[in-house]
């Protein structure tokens, strides 16, 4: 049960559904520390989630043809970014230049579906 005091108090930062100028709010510090011990595959700070990936070609590729179906179901997709034995993912939320709540949910996805290309 809310009391009505709690309505009045000031919400704290981060993680909110949106920020100043309606768009996603960015995460603190300590909400993306607390994110990446939930994604172990990923690394990163406020400013982004990154995934690197070292497989052999013909199984990039096929990740690569998940995540632009992702976007199309989804409509957002990591930013890729070509390595010399793989590919890293990025995931921000570039209209705010952080990580957002959006961005966590992308890398659980992300998580997923290469989870589920590797099963094949």
């Known amino acids: ?8 108090q000031r919400p704290g930062g981060g993680g909110g ?5 309606g768009r996603s709010a960015p995460l603190t510090d300590d909400e993306v ?3 990446l011990r939930a994604l172990p595959r990923w690394s990163g700070d406020r400013s982004g989630l990154r995934r690197t990936l070292s ?6 590729f096929a990740i690569r043809r998940a995540l632009d179906q ?3 179901t989804y409509g957002r997709q990591p930013q890729l970014h070509d390595t010399p034995d793989g590919l890293t993912l990025l ?8 990580v957002t709540s ?3 949910e992308l890398a659980r ?3 997923e579906l290469i989870d589920e290309i590797g099963r094949f």
């Open 55 to 60: 497989l052999p070609q013909e199984n990039l």
């Open 33 to 35: 520390a607390a994110a």
């Open 1 to 8: 049960m809310v009391r009505h005091r709690e309505l009045l």
């Open 109 to 111: 996805r992300v998580d």
């Open 102 to 104: 959006l961005d966590l």
């Open 70 to 72: 992702l976007k199309i």
């Open 91 to 98: 995931v921000r939320t570039v209209a705010v230049s952080a």
């Open 17 to 21: 559904v949106t920020g100043p100028k």
